[in-house]
């Protein structure tokens, strides 16, 4: 049981931490569909930093160090997103998709350097982090704590404040519901949304470390990142755009793929006989269904998608 809850709130935090980067994304009227791409780039610049900061550092180091790495890799690689829908007007769902297939390559060949620099007979695309990923973890009474788990608590916090407290959530809002309105009372639309996608980098870079950390100690990079970006787009809708419906949507679809961990630890479910891949689909199958029930009453921001132009007022 305490090895479920670890899981459940380990893969909850990763579907977070993405699913609030799309939601202020959204909120600003950008759809970024290339949140797996900026997981992908992210788990790459953090997994790099794990093996580049020295192991003998403190743990506050190795945590800092690897967060900021695939928060930074993440916001850069949000950037592609900002100037091609935002500055160039392009259409934000082929961008997205096309970020995604991007990244995927890209961290493929990169980790294929990297390996190959330090050993030439060496052309695997994984990275291994056995040891600084000890840091991560704190032991409490058989339940291992990671600090990403806080920072996914801390960003949930941070993110209500933000959005529904400050002046500048509700500048993004007005944007993602009315940019004309916005801007003929002084609101820089533009500047608005290119907050908005880099807020979205920050969090869904953080989600990629989160994500490849969470239950191995290397990563395959060529897998991506199986589809937790997508996952984290239905977590979002589902909790209806607002941070703390999608810490409990998060929970939810969380516990599903805890379940393809700890399966066999529950005599009943190893009774049953059903294959691992099952319970590997068990959260894709879960969103179908939540969606297919649940969107029809989705309350997106209204001028999501829709590119810019004062011409337009």
Same mark, same amino acid.
């Given at each position: 049981?305490?090895? @479920?809850?670890?899981?459940?709130?380990?893969?909850?935090?990763?579907? &977070?931490?993405?699913?609030?980067?799309?939601?202020?994304?959204?909120?600003?009227?950008?759809?970024?569909?290339?949140?797996?791409?900026?997981? !992908?780039?992210?788990?790459?610049?953090?997994?790099?930093?794990?093996? *580049?900061?020295?192991? =003998?550092?403190?743990?506050?180091?190795?945590?800092?160090?690897?967060?900021?790495?695939?928060?930074?890799?993440?916001?850069?690689?949000?950037?592609?997103?900002? !100037?091609?829908?935002?500055?160039?007007?392009?259409?934000?769902?082929?961008? #997205?998709?096309? &970020?995604?297939?991007?990244? =995927?390559?890209?961290?493929?060949?990169?980790?294929?350097?990297?390996?190959?620099?330090?050993?030439?007979?060496? !052309?695997? =695309?994984? @990275? +291994?982090?056995?040891?600084?990923?000890?840091?991560?973890? $704190?032991?409490?009474? #058989?339940?291992?704590?990671?600090?990403?788990?806080?920072?996914?608590? $801390?960003?949930?916090?941070?993110?209500?404040?933000?959005?529904?407290?400050?002046?500048? /959530?509700?500048?993004?809002?007005?944007?993602?519901?009315?940019? +004309?309105?916005?801007?003929?009372?002084?609101?820089?639309?533009?500047?608005?949304?290119?907050?908005?996608?880099?807020?979205?980098?920050?969090? /869904?870079?953080? /989600?990629?470390? !989160?994500?490849?950390?969470?239950?191995?100690?290397?990563?395959?990079?060529?897998?991506?990142?199986?589809?937790? /970006?997508?996952?984290?787009?239905?977590?979002?809708?589902? #909790?209806?755009?607002?941070?703390?419906? *999608?810490?409990?949507?998060?929970?939810?679809? #969380?516990?599903?793929?805890?379940?393809?961990? $700890?399966?066999?630890?529950?005599?009943?479910?190893?009774?049953?006989?059903?294959?691992?891949?099952?319970?590997?689909?068990?959260?894709?199958?879960?969103?179908?269904?939540?969606?297919?029930?649940?969107?029809?009453?989705?309350?997106?921001?209204?001028?999501?998608?829709?590119?810019?132009?004062?011409?337009?007022?």
């Amino acid at each position: 049981m305490i090895l @479920l809850l670890q899981y459940t709130i380990i893969f909850a935090s990763v579907l &977070m931490l993405v699913a609030l980067g799309g939601c202020f994304s959204e909120h600003s009227g950008v759809i970024n569909l290339g949140l797996e791409g900026i997981m !992908v780039i992210g788990a790459l610049g953090g997994a790099v930093a794990m093996n *580049i900061i020295p192991s =003998t550092a403190p743990a506050v180091v190795m945590v800092l160090g690897t967060a900021l790495a695939a928060i930074l890799c993440g916001m850069i690689y949000s950037v592609l997103l900002a !100037v091609a829908c935002i500055n160039l007007k392009a259409d934000q769902t082929l961008v #997205g998709t096309a &970020m995604n297939m991007l990244a =995927t390559a890209a961290a493929t060949v990169i980790v294929r350097a990297v390996n190959t620099a330090s050993d030439p007979n060496n !052309v695997s =695309t994984s @990275l +291994q982090y056995i040891e600084p990923k000890q840091k991560f973890l $704190v032991n409490l009474g #058989g339940f291992e704590f990671n600090w990403f788990m806080l920072m996914a608590v $801390v960003a949930l916090i941070v993110s209500i404040i933000v959005l529904y407290k400050t002046r500048f /959530g509700l500048r993004l809002r007005a944007c993602g519901e009315n940019p +004309q309105a916005a801007d003929s009372v002084g609101i820089n639309v533009y500047k608005m949304r290119w907050a908005g996608v880099l807020i979205s980098g920050l969090l /869904g870079g953080l /989600g990629g470390i !989160v994500y490849i950390t969470a239950g191995v100690s290397e990563w395959k990079f060529e897998v991506g990142v199986a589809g937790f /970006g997508f996952l984290s787009l239905a977590v979002m809708i589902f #909790g209806q755009w607002k941070p703390e419906k *999608i810490g409990l949507a998060a929970l939810l679809f #969380g516990f599903f793929r805890a379940l393809s961990n $700890v399966y066999t630890s529950f005599g009943w479910l190893a009774a049953l006989n059903l294959p691992s891949t099952f319970y590997n689909m068990l959260p894709y199958i879960i969103s179908l269904v939540v969606l297919a029930f649940t969107s029809k009453n989705s309350a997106a921001p209204k001028a999501e998608g829709i590119p810019y132009d004062k011409g337009t007022r």
